[in-house]
């Protein structure tokens, strides 16, 4: 894996990668951020669950503080405004959803679509990484598989009286994270991490995952794709 990084000669410390790092670290740091309040917000909505709801948070927390700990080894400021506007629509999704007790909607945004988006991300990153933030987000995509089988899980179970919010909820979201990824793409690219590429392993998680839940696969290829124009 390193080769990869060595042949396509990344310079970790130009000021160019740093720029786009200032970016894309920040948003990992927010969306990890993020991530740990709304298994917390999870936990008071599905009490039976409370506890490995409690643990997963945690284990966001951590992964928090081992991103915040890449951007200090290359010398970078996260740019964490930034972080917060890029998700400011899927968070007040969120939000709006758990004030209104949609468990189903919940599970979608966090544990389906931002883990699916966290996994892809993940994994075309480690490749083209700087060896220190390699390791750390090796351990990082080991819990976020975790993470998503959880409302994989609990989904699959509730799949008859959940299908039409699920719907619905994939409807309202998807097309945020088609434009979220838009806006990082320069960025992404500067970190040699292609666009082509992070679409593809996300439809591959999002769809295998629809597929766990009880998905056929025509509603799999409607509901992956929703949104996506490229
Ligand atoms: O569940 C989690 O840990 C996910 C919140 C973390 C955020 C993943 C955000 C990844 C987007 C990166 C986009 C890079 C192109
Ligand atoms: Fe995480
Ligand atoms: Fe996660
Ligand atoms: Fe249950």
Known sequence: MQQLADQFQ?????ETYKDAYSRINAIVIEGEQEAHENYLRLA???????DELIRLSKM????????????????????????????????QNFR??????KIVTCLLIQSLIIECFAIAAYNIYIPVADPFARKITEGVVKDEYTHLNFGE???????????????EA????????????????????TLAMEKEA?????????GEALSNIGFNTRDIMRLSAYGLRT
């Open 60 to 91: 966001e927390s951590r992964h928090k503080k081992g991103f915040e700990a890449c951007g200090r080894n290359l010398q970078v400021t996260p740019d964490m405004e930034f972080a917060k506007q890029f998700f400011a629509e899927l968070h």
């Open 198 to 206: 992070l679409v593809e392993d996300f439809m591959i998680q999002y």
């Open 96 to 101: 709006d959803a758990a004030a209104e007790g």
């Open 44 to 50: 008071e909505l599905l009490p039976e669950h409370q």
């Open 153 to 167: 899980v609990w989904l699959q179970e509730h799949f008859q009286e959940s299908k039409a919010e699920l719907e």
């Open 10 to 14: 990344i310079d970790f410390h130009s």
């Open 170 to 189: 994939n409807r309202q979201n998807l097309p945020v994270v088609w434009k979220m990824l838009n806006q990082v793409q320069e960025d992404a690219e």
